[in-house]
Nanobody, 123 residues
Framework: EVQLVESGGGLVQAGGSLRLSCAAS????????IGWFRQAPGKEREGVSW????????YYADSVKGRFTISRDSAKTTVYLQMTSLHPQDTAVYYC????????????????WGLGTLVTVSS
């Protein structure tokens, strides 16, 4: 079964850290770019970070640059999002997505999504 499963969300105080995981299965992991997106209550989904299929290229939204780090582990078919210096504005459901086309991933125009993990940052 093709699927993405996010984990690692939770409640953290402002300034704290969390590491999200996106476990992939059912497809050729090394052929797919992976993206993290988030959706806060009452807001549209926004892109957070993206990593190419090889891991050689990574990109970040301006709002998280310098605070979040994306990485991938081929042996574990998992992508991570290390989040530091969290702000209350980072509160959202975080989703990962996968697609062979990196342009499609950045645009969020993909079909494969996980169910999300909730991150709540208290002030």
């Amino acid at each position: 079964e093709v699927q993405l499963v996010e984990s690692g969300g939770g409640l953290v105080q402002a300034g704290g850290s969390l590491r999200l995981s996106c476990a992939a299965s059912g497809f050729t992991f090394d052929a797919y770019a992976i993206g993290w997106f988030r959706q806060a209550p009452g807001k549209e989904r926004e892109g957070v970070s993206w990593i190419s299929n090889s891991g050689a290229s990574t990109y970040y939204a301006d709002s998280v640059k310098g605070r979040f780090t994306i990485s991938r582990d081929s042996a574990k078919t998992t992508v991570y999002l290390q989040m530091t210096s969290l702000h209350p504005q980072d509160t959202a459901v975080y989703y990962c997505s996968a697609d062979p086309d990196f342009t499609a991933i950045v645009a969020g125009i993909v079909e494969l999504w996980g169910l999300g993990t909730l991150v709540t940052v208290s002030s």
